[in-house]
Nanobody, 121 residues
C-alpha cells in the first residue's frame, strides 16, 4: 500500500509565489522518479516538472525559469517552488511517484489527489 499526498496550494495574486510539498509513504522499496503535473479546467493533465533518482530534472517550457523542483526522492519527498505565478498557472497540481513497491518488487505510478492553485489576475 502506497500513499502520495500533496499540500501547499492556495490563492495567490499574479506575480506571487507558492511552495508545494509532496510525500510518499507505504511499502516503498525505492522511488525511481517523482514529479508534478497539473490539470486546468477543460485541459489534459500535463507535466510541470519531474526529478529522477539520478538527480536529473525536466521542466515544461511554460514554467522554465519560474518553477523549481527540489527535495530528496530517496526520502520520499519533493517540493515545487512556484515563482512569478500568472493566471495560466491556475490548475489542480498533482504529485506523481514512480515507485518500486514491496514485497513483490513491482513498479507502479501512484498519484496524489491534487492540491488546487488559484492565481488571481
Amino acid at each position: 500500500q502506497v500513499q502520495v499526498v500533496e499540500s501547499g496550494g492556495g490563492l495567490v495574486q499574479a506575480g506571487g509565489s507558492l511552495r508545494l510539498s509532496c510525500a510518499a509513504s507505504g511499502s516503498i522499496v525505492s522511488i525511481n522518479a517523482m514529479g508534478w503535473y497539473r490539470q486546468a479546467p477543460g485541459n489534459q493533465r500535463e507535466l510541470v516538472c519531474r526529478i529522477s533518482s539520478d538527480g536529473s530534472t525536466t521542466y515544461a517550457d511554460s514554467v522554465k525559469g519560474r518553477f523549481t523542483i527540489s527535495g530528496d526522492i530517496a526520502k520520499n519527498t519533493v517540493f515545487l517552488q512556484m515563482n512569478s505565478l500568472n493566471a495560466e498557472d491556475t490548475a489542480v497540481y498533482y504529485c506523481g511517484a514512480d515507485i518500486t513497491v514491496g514485497p513483490g518488487g513491482n513498479g507502479m505510478v501512484y498519484w496524489g489527489e491534487g492540491t488546487l492553485v488559484t492565481v488571481s489576475p
